[in-house]
T-cell receptor, first 112, second 114 residues
Framework: GQQLNQSPQSMFIQEGEDVSMNCTSS?????WLWYKQDPGEGPVLLIA?????ELTSNGRLTAQFGITRKDSFLNISASIPSDVGIYFC????????????FGAGTRLFVKA | NAGVMQNPRHLVRRRGQEARLRCSPM?????VYWYRQLPEEGLKFMVY????????ESGMPKERFSAEFPKEGPSILRIQQVVRGDSAAYFC????????????FGEGSRLTVL
């Protein structure tokens, strides 16, 4: 079935640093989404991307829908301690159906 | 504007008992998804429902698990004869239209099987 390969698995960074994480697939996706999950909570949508090549920002977050439709990245600029959490990429594959599948997540740790 | 409401937040069951997890979608949303998350792992799709219909249950185990979304009331994920391996966080999400992609999640129901 379709799989999303998300990397890195975890990141340990200093406050103020920029962060980059990405997601790839062997299948084409129609939609790419990025979520953040805090401990004990449900995922919260950060950015949604609908067109190949689309670049979208949300505050310090920037995400892009890859031209091949098989990848996406998320950048966080000037990280702060509250950026700590698990970031998931997700997408809807171009194989019909309407389910959204998730990557395994990138665990971000920010040291003040 | 209430978000997705899930209950119970925590549920403890002994092996062989039944677990019922409830989900009320956001107001105006008629599409509900259930996901399962094991510790330190991502979310695994289980089932997608619209009002009174199961659209995609390809992620649902063939036995012991069932889901419904009746015309009135919340969506229910039911696990019969629970086993220890069913221990996980179960998340419900809703969306306003089919194929929206954007899912709005509840806070999850954490099932522990003793």
């Amino acid at each position: 079935g379709q799989q999303l390969n998300q990397s890195p698995q975890s990141m340990f960074i200093q406050e103020g640093e920029d962060v980059s994480m990405n997601c790839t697939s062997s299948s084409i996706f129609n939609t790419w989404l990025w979520y953040k999950q805090d401990p004990g909570e449900g995922p919260v949508l950060l950015i949604a991307l609908y067109k190949a090549g689309e670049l979208t920002s949300n505050g310090r977050l920037t995400a892009q829908f890859g031209i091949t439709r098989k990848d996406s990245f998320l950048n966080i600029s000037a990280s702060i301690p509250s950026d700590v959490g698990i970031y998931f990429c997700a997408g809807q594959p171009n194989t019909g159906g309407f389910k959204t599948i998730f990557g395994a997540g990138t665990r971000l740790f920010v040291k003040a | 504007n209430a978000g997705v409401m899930q209950n119970p937040r925590h549920l403890v069951r002994r092996r062989g008992q039944e677990a019922r997890l409830r989900c009320s979608p956001m107001k105006g949303h008629s599409h509900v998804y259930w996901y399962r998350q094991l510790p330190e792992e991502g979310l695994k799709f289980m089932v997608y429902l619209q009002k009174e219909n199961i659209i995609d249950e390809s992620g649902m185990p063939k036995e012991r698990f069932s889901a419904e979304f009746p015309k009135e009331g919340p969506s229910i994920l039911r696990i019969q004869q629970v086993v220890r391996g069913d221990s996980a966080a179960y998340f419900c999400a809703s969306s306003p239209r089919q194929g929206a992609g954007e899912l709005f999640f509840g806070e999850g129901s954490r099932l522990t099987v003793l």
